[in-house]
C-alpha cells in the first residue's frame, strides 16, 4: 500500500498530463474527468469522507472566482483598448522603436511581462503581454508560449515578494533576518542564472516552431541582444536582493529592464541589421492560429501616451495597492466590505473561504476599463462589443478553471491522521537520497505550481516538507528552501491554470496541452540548472 499510495495520488495528473498533450482534449474536460478520479481516490483510499470530498471540492470552485475574475479583467481590457484604438497606436509605437519580433519579444515578453508579474502576480503577465503580442502581429500561440515561458524568472520576488513571504510565514521566521536575507540571495542567484539565457532559448524556441524555415539560425543572429536583455534584468535583481529587499527585487530589476531595453532597440544598439518577422499570416500553419473568434483592433490616429494611460493606471494601481506601508493593502484586505467571506464549508473547520474582490488585479482591470471608455470616448457600440467579446472568451476556461482547482483542493485536503494525495507524492519524490533528492528538489517546487496554478499555493503545499527533509538529508534548508521557491516560478511555464488563463485571452483555448507540452523544454532546463547550480555549492562545501 506505501507504493501504491503515492501512484494514486499522482494519477490524476498523469491522466490529465496524458490527455492533454499526448490527445490534445481541451483542458476543461481532462480535469472533469481528473477530478472525478481524484474524488473517488480520495475517499477509497485516503481516509476522506464524501461530505469532505464535496466541501473541498465547493471551496476549490468558489477559489475559482480570483482567477475567473483576473481572467475577465484582462480580457475585458483588451477589448476595450481593441475597440478604442489604443491596441492600433501602442502597435505603431512598438514599430517605431523596433520593427524586429525578435526583439519585441524581448522588450514585451521579457521586460514588460516580468513587471506585470512583479506588481501583480495571479499569472497576470501572459493576459495582458500575450494580446499586446498578437495585435503586433505575432501568432497566437507564440504569443501565449513567449509569455508563459517568460512569467518565471520575476515570480519569486514577484507580487511585492509573496511566494518568499509565504515561505517564511509557514516555516514561522519572518523576524528571522539572517534567514530571510539567505533565502533572498540563494532564491535570486539561480533566477538571475537563467535570466541572462532564458530570452535567447525563448527565442529559439519561436524561430524553430513558429516560422517557415523552421530554423535556430534568426534567433542566434539576436542573440546578442537577447542577453542584454537578460543582464539588464538580473544584475538589478541580485542588486537588489542583497542591499535592498526582497520585495522590490523584481519589481526594481523589471523596470530597469523595460528602460535599458528601449533605449538600446531604438538607438540601434545590438539589434540585428536584417528585420526578422512571422512572414505572411496567410502562409502561417492553422495549429499557430486561434481557435475562438477575436475581434480585429481598431485602426485609429490616437497618441501612443494616450493609447498607454489604462496601462499606466493598471501599474501605478497595483503598485499602490501591494506596498503595506502605505495602508491601502491593509484596508483592501481587511474585511467587509472589501472581503467575502464563507466559513465552515459543509461544517468542516479548515474549509473557510474569502474572496479578496477589491484587491485582486483583475478589478482593477475592469475599473481600468471603465475609465477608459471615457478617456478614449468610446462609443456604445464599441462597449457593447467589448463585454460581449469578452464573455464568449471566458466561457471555456470558467469550466476548465472550475474543475481544476475542485481537483487541487481534494488533492490538498488533509485527512484525520494529517495526509494528503499532494504531500504523499512529494513525500515519495523526497525519499530517494540526498543528491537525487537534490535533483527532484526543483520539480517539487513545479508540482505544487502546476497543479495549483500558484507559487505561493506551491510555497505553502511543501515549504515544510522541503525543510523537514533537507535537516533529515543534512543539505542547508535554505538552500532546499530555495530551490523549493524556484521551483514553484519555473512551474507558472506549465501550470494548467495559466495555460487555460493565456489561451482564454490570446483566443487558443483548446490547445492548453500543445501549449504545457513545449513549455516543458525550458521548464525542465530551468529546473536542472537550478539543481545543477546548488549541487555544485553543496560540493565546494559552501555554506550559507
Known sequence: MSVL????????????????????????????????????FAFFFFDINFIEILGSSLYGMLSSFDVLIIIAGAILLMNTLKGSGATSAINRGFRNICPDKRVQACIIGFAFCSFIEAAAGFGTPAALAGPLLVSLGFPPMAAAMITLIFDSTAVSTGAVGTPVTQALTMLGLTGDATFTSQFALWTAIPHAIMSLFLPLIVLMMTTKFFSKDKSFKPALQAAPFAIFTGLTFAIPLLLVSIFLSYEFASLLASLISIVATV??????????????????????????L???????????????????IPYVLVAIVLVLTRIPALGIKGLLTGGAPFVIKVNNIFGIDKLDWSLKWAYLPGTFF?????????????????????F???????????????????????????????ASMMTTMANALSKTGKWVYIIL???????????????TVSMTLFTNLQFSTATMLSIPTVFAVSMQCVGAAIGNMVCINNAVAASATIGVTGREGKLIKINAIPMIIYSL????????IIALGVMP
Open 5 to 40: 499510495l503515492p501512484i494514486l495520488a499522482f494519477l490524476p495528473i498523469l491522466i490529465t498530463l496524458v490527455l492533454m498533450m499526448v490527445f490534445n482534449w481541451p483542458a476543461k474536460w481532462c480535469l472533469l474527468i481528473s477530478w472525478v478520479l481524484a474524488g473517488i
Open 263 to 288: 533605449l538600446a532597440a531604438k538607438a540601434g544598439f545590438l539589434v540585428p541589421k536584417k528585420v526578422w518577422n512571422f512572414g505572411d499570416p496567410e502562409s502561417w500553419d492553422k495549429d499557430w
Open 441 to 455: 528538489c526543483p520539480f517539487i517546487g513545479v508540482l505544487g505550481a502546476f497543479v495549483s496554478g500558484s507559487a
Open 290 to 308: 486561434t481557435t475562438s473568434q477575436i475581434s480585429p483592433a481598431t485602426e485609429s490616429t490616437m497618441s501612443v501616451l494616450k493609447a498607454w
Open 388 to 418: 460581449i467579446d469578452t464573455g464568449k472568451q471566458i466561457s471555456g476556461a470558467a469550466i476548465a478553471l472550475l474543475f481544476g482547482l475542485a481537483l487541487v483542493e481534494i488533492m490538498k485536503f488533509t485527512n484525520a491522521d494529517g
Open 529 to 536: 540548472v537550478t539543481a545543477l547550480f546548488f549541487m555544485i
Open 366 to 386: 475592469i475599473l481600468v476599463s471603465l475609465v477608459t471608455f471615457i478617456i478614449h470616448k468610446m462609443k456604445g457600440k464599441q462597449i457593447s462589443n467589448a
